[in-house]
């Protein structure tokens, strides 16, 4: 592994774990008015994915997009500021946790229904098809979505009109609550890709490296005019659905564990010290890096005004550019 | 001016936005090779090809959700839907998408896409193909909902959504598509928010939607004999709508009928109905009176679906009773 490209995708990773744990801490603080879905435990998968992407490809995201929204180049700030309802946020103190967006720099929204970021992925495809565009989309989707027929009918549209479209699905083996084992007929999401006429990629969702190579092979494929691909992430959420939320009677405390055991971050550090890529300087300079700006960007976030209510109105029709 | 059908006047609209901007495409069934189940696209995909006239699978929800994602990414996507009750399983991106788009991204995405097919109630085409729903639709906020009926107007409309940024549902009633009316030359668009005064008259004011001013202008003839002037409205858009015309004519009249083939309760005529109760009160010489389709959905055989909509003979009664309350 090249050092540059280690360091980049454990920066990212442990942004986006900090900045989860900062706004867990948030929540409790009562700083966060509504939901919180933290994307602790999933980081490698948006990390490996979005180091592929340039600003002006898009990704279209689900209701547990916080480490979307970091990976694709939103600040910790604007994210938390959204969360706290400030006019600061990404997207002005309208959506929270589940409607991020900040399409200047391709961050096209998280959204609070599941299953409709792959269509609109597959549509932005379909823009840089019919426009010429160099660009891929993405789409970000748990394995709850792959059971509804958003996922069926996307994937099998961008298939027959072969646009530049990763669909990564992210199973973290639960539907909130409800296993992927017992609602799929197959669990394994990515042999789903048989039946479209694409690929389909099994990736282990908690190894950085291996993401980063599986999204780099189907992000060329788009961009090289070969159609989508499906990548199948196999991870797991190590906290609660939602912070404060009750997190127990559907997963035993062995299971979460074991999978905490194979934390990421954890992973790709002893991975690149092991093989000397990286010294333990370098892996301390990042932390003292990514703690400062946290930091900073949380309490710059929590200073921040709030919206005027005289702006409820506004934006509902095109208002001129 | 030059004399054209609704349904070729619509197309040239298209054609000619086609030709001018190309981040235009229309997505259907059989809307490529084939022309459109109504020819609503006839001869274009010869000009423009299989990219800007795109087939598609039947999957509403799903090609409409791309929709929604191609106008976030900066194409204009034309949904031919043929009949309003297909896309009745895309409602979840209709309503929590593409109307909210624009709010959610607090101004920053644009969502100029338009929506477009038939609506109403007529040849025997029973309950799934026969839905008018511009009530329902008129309820979200982000949505722009016109009902056209006139050929000049169809092109005028098309033309405004085509160069517009909001998303629009423009919906056809099927018994107009073959109606003839002169159409303007020049390069003109027709405003959404403006309603059409279709008869000028003095002694009622009857507000119809899509078939309904049809029926309302021909009722308007038959009193005319009998010496009581109909003043009948088409507001053209039901979202927004015109209500100051209607004020306008209401002052005038002192009466007020609305005619429209939908399900009445929480429809339009009640919203029309609530706003002439609030800002015309004091110009009112009778009850606010409404004709609908019946609370019912459609049967097929003739004698049954001739019964659950307002006819020209129905109005022309209710109408006269309401001059004589």
Not at chain 1, 251 to 277: F, Y
Not at chain 1, 294 to 305: I, M, Y
Request: charged share 20%; with cysteine.
């Amino acid at each position: 592994m090249e050092k540059d490209t280690g360091l980049l995708l454990y920066r990212n990773m442990l942004l986006i774990r900090m900045s989860e744990e900062r706004l867990a801490q948030s929540r409790q603080a009562g700083l966060v008015h509504g939901a919180c879905h933290t994307y602790v435990g999933e980081e490698a998968v948006a990390t490996g994915v979005c180091a592929h992407l340039n600003q002006d490809d898009m990704v279209f995201s689900t209701h547990r997009g916080h480490g979307h929204a970091l990976a694709k180049g939103v600040s910790p700030f604007e994210v938390m500021a959204e969360l706290y309802g400030r006019e600061t946020g990404c997207s002005h103190g309208r959506g929270g946790s589940m409607h991020l967006f900040k399409p200047e720099v391709g961050l096209m929204g998280t959204s609070g229904i599941v299953g409709p970021c792959i269509l609109q992925a597959a549509g932005a495809g379909y823009t840089f098809k019919l426009l010429g565009k160099p660009n891929v989309a993405v789409a970000f989707f748990g394995d709850g979505a792959s059971n509804n027929g958003a996922f069926h009918e996307g994937v099998n549209l961008a298939a027959i009109y072969k646009l530049p479209v990763l669909f990564v699905c992210e199973n973290n083996l639960y539907a909130t609550e409800v296993p992927a084992s017992y609602s799929s007929g197959n669990p394994d999401i990515y042999q789903r890709a048989i039946g479209y006429g694409i690929p389909g990629v099994k990736v282990d969702g908690n190894d950085a490296w291996e993401m980063f190579l599986a999204a780099g092979e189907a992000v060329r494929r788009a961009r090289a005019g070969e159609g989508p691909t499906l990548i199948e992430a196999k991870t797991y959420r190590t906290r609660a659905h939602s912070e404060g939320m009750r997190d127990v009677g559907y997963r035993t405390q062995e299971e979460v564990e074991a999978w905490k055991a194979r934390d990421p971050i954890k992973m790709l550090r002893d991975r690149l010290l092991s093989d000397h890529t990286v010294d333990e300087d370098d892996i301390d300079n990042i932390h003292n890096d990514v703690t400062a700006r946290v930091t900073d960007d949380h309490q710059r976030a929590a200073d921040s005004p709030w919206p005027k209510g005289s702006d409820a109105l506004s934006h509902v029709y095109f208002e001129g550019a | 001016m030059k004399e054209q059908t609704y349904t070729v006047a619509a197309r040239e609209a298209l054609d000619e936005e086609m030709a001018r901007d190309p981040r235009i495409f229309v997505m259907g069934e059989g809307i490529g090779k084939r022309g459109g189940n109504f020819n609503t696209t006839l001869g274009l995909y010869e000009k423009y090809g299989p990219l800007r006239l795109c087939d598609t699978p039947i999957a509403e929800r799903g090609f409409i959700g791309l929709a929604v994602g191609a106008a976030m990414s900066g194409s204009i996507p034309v949904i031919d839907f043929m009949m309003v009750d297909f896309i009745l399983d895309a409602m979840g991106e209709i309503i929590n998408q593409m109307a909210k788009m624009q709010y959610m991204s607090s101004g920053r995405l644009r969502m100029p896409m338009v929506l477009r097919g038939c609506i109403g109630i007529g040849g025997a085409a029973a309950t799934h193909h026969s839905g008018s729903y511009y009530s329902t639709f008129s309820n979200i906020p982000g949505l722009r909902v016109i009902v056209p009926t006139t050929p000049a107007d169809v092109k005028g409309m098309f033309r405004t959504a085509l160069r517009g940024n909001d998303p629009v549902i423009m919906l056809e009633h099927k018994n107009l598509l073959s109606n003839k009316g002169l159409v303007p030359e020049e390069d003109y668009t027709t405003p959404f928010g403006q309603a059409r005064i279709a008869r000028a008259g003095k002694h009622v004011t009857a507000v119809g939607v899509a078939l309904t001013v049809q029926k309302c202008v021909q009722a308007a003839e038959v009193l005319a004999k009998q010496g009581i002037e109909v003043e009948v409205i088409d507001p053209r858009s039901t979202s927004p709508l015109d209500i100051a015309t209607i004020l306008q004519s209401v002052k005038k009249t002192g009466r007020l009928m609305i005619v429209d083939d939908a399900f009445e309760p929480c429809g339009f005529g009640a919203e029309v109905s609530a706003q002439v109760g609030a800002y015309g009160f004091d110009d009112l010489d009778a009850p606010i009176r409404r004709l609908s389709g019946a609370f019912a959905p459609t049967p097929y055989s003739p004698p049954l679906e001739q019964e659950i909509v307002p006819s020209v003979e129905t109005i022309t009664k209710a109408l006269y009773d309401l001059v004589k309350e």
